[in-house]
Every structure is written in C-alpha cells, then in structure tokens.
C-alpha cells in the first residue's frame, strides 16, 4: 500500500532558505502541496529558488529575515501570514558555526553563533507559536488550529565535537528548548520536535570533502560517507505531516550511525 503525505492548504515558513538544508526543505515541502514561505537575509539567493518551486508547480513568498533581530522576526511572521495566510509549519533552520578551540573564542565569535542558533531560533519559534496558539484558543483567524515547528538542531547537540564546541553548545540548547516548547505549548495541538541532521554535503561544506582533513573525516564514520540534503526529506516529512499529533518533543537523529 502506498503512503503520500499531502501538505496540501498548509504554509511552512523556513527560516535558512536561501541555501543549503533550508532550500531543500523549502522545496520538499513545497512538492508536498505546501504554500512555502522563503525566509533569510539573502533576498536575491530566495527569489531564485521561489522561481524554481513556481517552475515545477508549486507556490512560495519570499521575505527577509534576520533571526539575531527581534523586529525582523516579527515584520516577517506578520508579513508571511499577510501574504500567504497563518502559518502551520515552521521550519527552524538558520544556523551558523565558528571552528576554533575553546581557548581562541572570542566573546563576539560566542555571540555570533549563539545569537543565530539559540537566541535567534528561539524567538523565532515564539512569534509563530503566539500566533498558533491564539488560533487554538480562537482568538485568531485560521482553518488548521495547532501546528508543527521543526526545530534544526545536529547531532553535535548530542555529541560533543572538536572545533566546534560553542556550535555544539548552541545546538545542545536548541534540543533541550525543543522540549521545554513541547510541554507548554502541546496542550494547544502544536507539536514541536527537533531533527538533528549528521554530516551533510552542501555548498558551504563541499570543498572540505575533498581536502585531506575532510577525507580523514569521513573515513572516520560509520559507512564512510556524508549524507545529501534529500536524505533528510523524510524525517522532515514525517514532522511536518498532518498525522504526526502523536510524535512531540522527539530529538531525531538524522547521521547514518555516527552518534551510535
């Protein structure tokens, strides 16, 4: 028998979408049947990839974003539900890294990653989840009460790594964030759940796979290999589908065995 998830009548607004993780996810959902909304600083990099969801049928908006600064967040929610209707998915994706020992941070290295992965996706997840939450208790417009908000965390939130300890620091918060959401804001129908992605190919990390430090890498994991965007396709489908009620406050890991 097969199994589709339709998203169909839904808006997922994507924080990071103007490259990497968040463009696939912004794409997937889309294929779903989802209204997407395209959210990050780089407006141009968004409009391209509106194009090329529109292109292959489906139906995306574009707004900037600055996740670090709380009047953004709130101009863009407001003007993402303006143009596309209430949002039923978040998609929690900005995130930003520094490699260096602990030693050699600097407090603004510590504040540029924690303002974007902690602070930054926290607010973020609170003005989209205010809006939920006054639809569940009918005190706003919206079809869909309750909602999905997919917080990105990784699995080095899970699992300590070299050189990148204040990112692991950030993203360790985001997991234990995602439960505190869970348990205050699932008696209003919205289901919060991180997905903690292992090594994924993208365009900011590609070269590094074919240095030697990167090789070293990855003869160092389970299977010897990185995963693609699309193998997290999945996971973030099953968070994001209507049949998900039961599934919330679950830390997803998404890294072919490397935390085992």
């Known amino acids: 028998m097969a199994y589709e998830i339709d998203l169909s009548g839904r808006v997922a607004f994507v924080t990071g979408a103007s490259s990497g993780l968040g463009a696939q996810f912004a794409k997937t ?16 990099r968004l409009k391209t990839l509106r194009a090329e969801i529109e292109a292959a049928g489906g139906d995306a908006h574009v707004v900037g974003l600055d996740v670090t600064d709380p009047a953004s967040i709130a101009a863009a929610v407001a003007h993402a539900e303006t143009e596309m209707g209430a ?3 978040l998609v929690n994706n900005s995130g930003v890294s520094t490699t260096q020992k602990l030693v050699d941070v600097k407090p603004e290295d510590y504040d540029y990653v924690m303002d974007t992965n902690t602070r930054g996706a926290f607010f973020v997840a609170q003005a989209v989840a205010r809006r939920m939450i006054a639809r569940a ?5 919206g079809t869909f009460t ?3 908000i997919v917080n990105v965390a990784s699995m080095a939130g899970l699992r300590v790594l070299g ?5 692991a620091m ?4 985001v997991v234990h964030m995602t439960r505190a959401m869970a348990l205050e804001w699932g008696r209003f ?7 903690c992605p292992g090594y994924i190919d993208t365009e900011i990390n590609h070269h590094h796979w074919q240095t030697e430090a990167g090789q070293k890498l990855v003869n160092m994991l389970p299977r010897k290999r990185v995963g693609k965007p699309a193998d997290l396709d999945v996971v973030l489908m099953m968070l994001c589908a209507n049949e998900s009620h039961f ?3 679950a830390v997803i890991a998404a890294d072919d065995g490397f935390g085992v």
């Open 170 to 173: 950030s993203k360790a918060a």
């Open 163 to 167: 050189q990148i300890g204040v990112y």
């Open 29 to 44: 959902l889309a294929r779903a049947g989802a209204g997407v909304v395209l959210a990050a600083r780089r407006v141009e």
């Open 137 to 141: 208790k009918g005190e706003a417009p």
């Open 189 to 195: 129908g919205i289901n919060v759940n991180a997905l």
């Open 146 to 148: 309750g909602g999905r």
């Open 247 to 249: 599934v919330n406050g």
């Open 87 to 89: 949002i039923d998915i």
